[in-house]
């Protein structure tokens, strides 16, 4: 995140509701200037009745810039304080993410999606996957250690291509990077495989290369047009279209299917996700853990 250059601007800039307590939320007005934000730069609606969430993301922004509460936060965004918009995009944007995060699914994309894939495209060829909503790079490292576990052939070769795209500029950096905090490799790392695969950096653990040399970093709007992926054998978009309206994400899914996912490749999805509408481009395959959907034909 940007540091505090803004805080005069936001402590001098009228309120949109007069003085409150930080801790009791924004204010009506607030929060639909908020809800309009969101919408217009990422697409996403986020309900008025998710206070906890808005309050919880935006408290720290607001900290962080010395301003007292998410009413003064909002009077500097509309003062024209762009560098702080970024700043509450990339917070109310952000997905809750750990590595292995249900483990199971991704054990299922390993050992059954992948190895079909790998058939598919020849001794030769090369498996792409996409990773369309990121977040900080936890859950794409935890694909990348289990495929160097079960098909380190792949890897040795460079036939398998892990592409990570995320919304927030500052999710793709902290992708890219790899760095991640004690704290943060000890929610579902274990000890064997922080030492095969992290390099420790201080209080932080670094992604090796091996893992780094599989991953390509781009931000990407999920709206936007998704020419710059290339063709790739799975999708993932997980715990990302439950905050897209119905039409925006049935046109995801139809973009995906049209112009990304090969005829025989596989979409996963969250693990608690439905495809709903989205049934029309795609037919859902029951794994050992979960579902993948392939397009229809």
Not at 112 to 141: C, D, F, H, K, N
Not at 267 to 294: D, K, M, P, Q
Request: glycine letters at 8%; aromatic letters at 6%.
């Amino acid at each position: 995140m940007a540091g505090d250059t803004t805080a005069d601007l936001g402590r001098t800039a009228p309120t949109t509701a007069g003085v409150r307590d930080a801790s009791s939320g924004p204010s009506a007005a607030s929060l639909a200037f908020l809800q309009a934000l969101i919408a217009r730069r990422a697409s996403i609606e986020i309900g008025s009745d998710r206070r906890t969430l808005w309050i919880s993301r935006l408290n720290p922004v607001a900290k962080s810039r010395g301003l007292a509460s998410i009413d003064e936060l909002v009077a500097a965004l509309q003062a024209g304080n762009r560098d702080l918009e970024s700043n509450v995009v990339d917070a109310m944007t952000t997905n809750e993410t750990m590595f292995f995060r249900d483990g199971p699914v991704f054990r299922s994309i390993v050992s059954e999606i992948l190895p079909a894939m790998i058939e598919r495209v020849g001794g030769e060829g090369r498996v792409t996957i996409w990773s369309g909503a990121s977040s900080s790079g936890q859950e794409v490292y935890s694909l990348a250690m289990l495929i160097d576990r079960f098909h380190p052939e792949l890897v040795r070769s460079g036939r398998v291509r892990i592409l990570a795209s995320d919304l927030s500029t500052t999710m793709v950096e902290r992708t890219r990077a790899g760095r991640y905090s004690t704290l943060e490799t000890r929610r579902g790392l274990t000890d064997a495989e922080l030492g095969t695969y992290f390099e420790r950096d201080g209080d932080h653990w670094v992604v090796g290369p091996r893992l780094k040399r599989m991953v390509l970093c781009r931000q990407l709007n999920l709206m936007d047009s998704l020419d710059p992926i290339p063709r790739c054998e799975i999708v993932l978009l997980r715990n990302v279209l439950i905050y897209f309206s119905d039409h925006d994400r049935l046109d995801i899914l139809r973009r995906v299917k049209e112009r990304v996912l090969r005829p025989d490749g596989a979409l996963v999805l969250g693990s608690s996700e439905l495809i709903g509408t989205g049934e029309r481009y795609y037919t859902a395959e029951r794994l050992t853990n979960g579902f993948s959907f392939r397009p229809r034909r």
